[in-house]
Every structure is written in C-alpha cells, then in structure tokens.
C-alpha cells in the first residue's frame, strides 16, 4: 500500500448539508464543496429529515462530479471512498452511504466508513500545523458535547459529555423559542452581538461540580422562563441581552470544563470541534482562558467547524493507514456508538 | 446489452441480469427493510453467480417510485454511484410501471398497487393486452374508495369489464377492494411482489430506443410530499 499521494474522497450527508471532498495525505485540500440546505428548512424553523434526505439524493452525483473536477483528478485516481455512516440522520445518512458504497465498488476502491463526530475533530488535523497528542478534544455540536481525552490517533476517552440537550441543540431551541431565527447558533450570537451579558442571570449549570458532564436543558428553560417573566411583568424586555447572557451561561460551562479537562490530563493542547466551535463568543474566551493556563488551543477553519466532507476524508485517510476497510454491508447508524466503544480504552 | 437492474422500492430488494435472450439471473429477498446492507452484496453475488462483471453490463435499471421514500433513495443513490464510478448510463423504472409489465398480456384494466400507509394506496391503470400496454392514468395516491371510483370510470371508458390487481396494497386492502369491486376484480391470492426482473425487461426496452436518463437529474418520483410539507401548506406550521 502506498505511503503518500494518498487521496481520500469524502461524502457527507448526516444532516443538511451535502458535502463531497477531496482531501491527499489527510490535510490537503484539493478540493471541498458543501451544498447547504439552510435556506430548503428555513421555511420549516429547523432541519426536517425527510425533505434533507431528498434534497441529498437531488446533488450528492453532481457535487461528486464537481468535487472531482476540482480536485483535477480522474475518478480512477482516487484511492478511497470515505463516508460518515453516523451518527446522523438515518435517511439522509442512508443516501451518502449507498452512494458511496456502490462508488467505491464501482471503482474497485477500498470503503470507509467514518464516525460523523470523529471527523469533527478530524477537522483539526486538516493543516499543516497538526494538533500534537495527548490532547483534549472538546466536541460540541447539535448533536453532542463532549470532552474527549486523544492520546494517539482513533483513540478517544469519554471524559463527559451531556445528559440531555447539546449545545448546539439548545442554541436552536432557545432561538426558535426567542423568535431570533435559524440557524439558532449564528442568530444567538448575532442577537448577543449587539448586546452584552450581565443584564440578566441565568445559571451556570454543573459548574460547580468537580466533573467534565453537562447539562443544557435546564439552561434552555431557565431562559425561556425568564423571557416569559419579563413579557408578563410588563419591563422591557431586551431580546438581544438576554440572548448574550444565554450564550455567556453556556460559553463558560464549556470553557471551565475544558480547561479543567487539559489541567486534569496534563495536556498541552485543547482541540475545538464540531459546529459550535464556529460561536466566535466560544473562540474567544477559549482562546484567553487557555492561553492563560499556558494551554494552546487548536481550532479548523470556520469553514470547516460546520458539517463538511474534507474532515470525512481526512478521518479516512487515517483510517485507510490502518488498513480498517468497510465491507459491502456498511449500513448507516443514527447513534454514535464508535466514541463510546473506545470510551476508557 | 446487458442491464443491471435493481429495485428497493418495497420492502422486497431485488436484484436482475436482463439482456436480448432475456432474464439471466434474478434474486429476491423479501427481508424487510435492511436494503443499504443488502443491496450491494446482492450485486456482487449476481456477477459471481453469472460470471459477468460490472464491466460487461451497458445501463443500469432502478425502479423509480413510487414506494418507500427511504427504500427508493438507496436504490437511486446506489444506482447512480455505480453509474459515475462504472461510467455507464441510468433508466429510471416507474415501480408502477415494472409492476403492470408483469401482467402485461392480461385483458382487463391492470392497476398495481402499493401499500401507502395512511389509509392510502399508490396505483395507477393501465390497458392490458392484447396490444402493448399502455399506461392512462398518472401515478396516484388514493384511498380504497377514491380507487375504485377512478377504476369504474377507467373501466367504462375502455370498456373493460374486469380490473387485475397486484402488489402489496392488495394483501392490505383486499377484503375492503372487493367489497367496492365485487366480481369485476381479479387478484393474486398470494402476496405479490414487485420483481428487478420487470424493471430490468423495460430498461432494456428503453436501452435499445437509446432513451437513457441523465444520471445528475434523475430522481425518485415519491407521488407523495413530506408531511412538513403538507402540514406547511395546510397552514398547521411544520413542526
């Protein structure tokens, strides 16, 4: 097997968006396109599984083509395909993966199939400046958040994670709730630009405890809770404040535990992944708070924070190294599974 | 020429080697709904039970809706990647259309129908033999009564006294159609599925017309919208 000039094609189709990619030796990017279905859900406040899964099966060919095109290589020159098999939506998963699957035996190519989460982190790797292990991986997304212990490639340790919303998922609901608009993350941190923290209080959740677990749902209620006070009391009742507070609430619970992970294991690095890693509130104090602990902070490309195909390949693309290939039976899987199988490994 | 025609519309995967002789191979496993695990396996053990590869095959069939949203993606996803990476062409197969090709020669209206759930059918009628048959209505989704209502028109206007029914709408509804029907209606008395083969027969038709569809455009037909859509349009709000 070859030792370099490795190029991974990427499919990605978990939730909405369609994203197709071309990534060589795990960090360079020849090409990666992403068709994004915002503007299909908009109308409907939130991503509706039936209408992303068709909308996957309308480009997930052309964006190949495209990405191929880009990527200036011909199809037989590829030599995997990598696809995220979960965890995700089941229908719109189903649609990257049997389009990936008979690709791959189209070409006579190897398949993998990648965990959508650890591609997240995966995006980390997709530069020049490469995160060095051990390492703390703090994955926060709509669909999780999790601390995460790396202390060698494809090897996680579930430090904690949440026990009912993730982040990203309380950002829309509290959002939509706020009438801010969607996506939740970008319309909070666009309301609480305007505004700032500490006109209002909402809790801290779990910050007093001396472990790495989370807990948002009540942080989501408290908010919701308060703006119904505040409608009823007749105040003036300032969205764009309470947007910021709710954003600080949740920032520092992240931010404390992270640091508190990486002192607790002694790590030089914190790793940033998932969607919410694109909440520039959460780059910022990440940011200061670990460089005040001596601790660097890696964090992707905005552009490859959210869902993408270049952190499928570039997980693939480690995964091709060990020779850990997908048979003809690769199904798709609506829950995690692969981080927690490695948990404590 | 050679097709590669596969179907997942149902619950029912199958996979068929259709060429100018005819059927070459056909499998079938009524399993419920495990297709994305099956499929691409069910592909490879037709070539290795053949003898042919993907390289001797000239377009590949897949059946095209309507059926189950989810079940009719991963034949077309599947259907398309083998057609890009194999660089050969794609025919769409209407599900209604393969299933009506199975009893084509029969004189009566044909009407297949599939099971829609939501108290629905998907169904549409066509003129049986003798003759080529020929399809007169479009791709419908209707309940039992609505169905039957449209079949007395179909039936006056073709002057056809008896109507064949097949596929797995009739296993669910049978008593309920035969009461509407009553002895105008012939049907299966097993449960009957919908086969590649059928979808196979009429790409190769289509194949040798050189009527191929454009692999980046081609699309299930679902008859059906989303339920969010529904709900939109209905004013409900879609979630």
Known sequence: MKQSGIRILGIETSCDETAVAVVEDGNIIRSNLVASQIEIHRRFGGVVPEVASRRHIEVIASLTEEALKEAGLPRQEIDAVAVANSPGLIGALLVGVSFAKAYAYGLNKPLIGVNHMEAHIYANFLTENKPIFPAVCLVVSGGHTSLLYMERHREFEMMGETRDDAAGEAFDKVARFLGLGYPGGPAVQNAAAL?????????????????????????????????????????????NYLAAEFQEALVEVLVEKSINAARQKNVKQILLAGGVAANARLRERITAEASANNIQIHIPALELCTDNAAMVACAGYYQYLDGDFAGLDLNAFPQSGLLVKKACG | MLILSIDTATPSAGVALVDEKGLRYEAVANTGYKHSRTLLDMIDVAFRQTDYVLRDVDAIGVTSGPGSFTGLRIGMASAKGLALAAEKPVIG????????????????????????????????????????????????????????????????????????????????????????????????????????????HLAFRRLIQGDIDDVFSLNPIYVRQSEAENRLAKGKGAR
């Not at chain 2, 002057?159 to 029907?181: A, F, K, M, N, P």
């Open chain 1, 195 to 239: 505004a700032s923290p500490g006109k209002y209080h909402l809790p801290r959740v779990y910050l007093d405890r001396n472990d790495f677990e989370f807990s948002f749902s009540g942080l989501k209620t408290a908010a919701m809770n308060l703006w119904n006070k505040l409608q009823r009391s007749g105040e003036d009742a300032e969205v």
């Open chain 2, 93 to 200: 197969i209407p599900t209604l259309d393969a299933m009506a090709f199975h009893i084509a020669w029969v004189p009566a209206l044909i009407c297949p129908i599939l099971n829609a759930r939501k108290g629905e059918i998907y169904g549409a009628f066509y003129q049986g033999g003798p003759g080529p048959l020929k399809r007169v209505s479009d791709y419908l989704a209707l309940s039992p009564p609505a169905l039957a209502e449209t079949a007395r028109t179909y039936m006056d206007q073709l002057d056809l006294g008896t109507i064949s029914l097949v596929g797995d709408g009739v296993d669910e509804y049978r008593s309920q159609l035969h009461d509407l029907l009553g002895g105008a209606m012939v049907c299966p008395e097993e449960p009957w599925l919908p086969r590649a083969s059928s979808t196979g």
